[in-house]
């Protein structure tokens, strides 16, 4: 099993930054994968962002070269550089963690709000 527990999300202004966090723990060897997905009220969770354990980086369109995901492996932790946010950012931000036989994410954080004020 894999835990994840996030944290830094918020109330910002429009244009300004967060960094939300992601502490992973539990058996971590079972991983290849991780991610940060959101959610908005009534829209349909998306992948934000995603980085392999060889250090290859995804993002979604909306968020190129505003978000930056990173992984801190002495930490253990993923991290979520949020920068130039928009209104449209606000959602229910979550970590998720892939294993190396799934194809899709198997694990979840509980989830942590980012809102954005115009």
């Known amino acids: 099993q894999v835990q994840l527990v996030e944290s830094g999300g918020g109330l910002v202004q429009a244009g300004g930054s967060l960094r939300l966090s992601c502490a992973v723990s539990?058996?971590?060897?079972?991983?290849?994968?991780m991610g940060w997905y959101r959610q908005a009220p009534g829209k349909q969770r998306e992948l934000v962002a995603s980085?392999?354990?060889?250090?290859?980086?995804n993002y979604a369109d909306s968020v190129k070269g505003r978000f930056t995901i990173s992984r801190d492996n002495a930490k253990v932790t993923v991290y979520l550089q949020m920068n130039s946010l928009k209104p449209e950012d606000t959602a229910v931000y979550y970590c998720?963690?892939?294993?190396?036989?799934?194809?899709?994410?198997?694990?979840w954080g509980q989830g942590t709000q980012v809102t954005v004020s115009s």
């Open positions: 998720a963690a892939k294993r190396i036989i799934a194809s899709d994410y198997s694990y």
């Open positions: 539990g058996s971590i060897f079972t991983i290849n994968a």
């Open positions: 980085i392999t354990n060889g250090g290859r980086t």
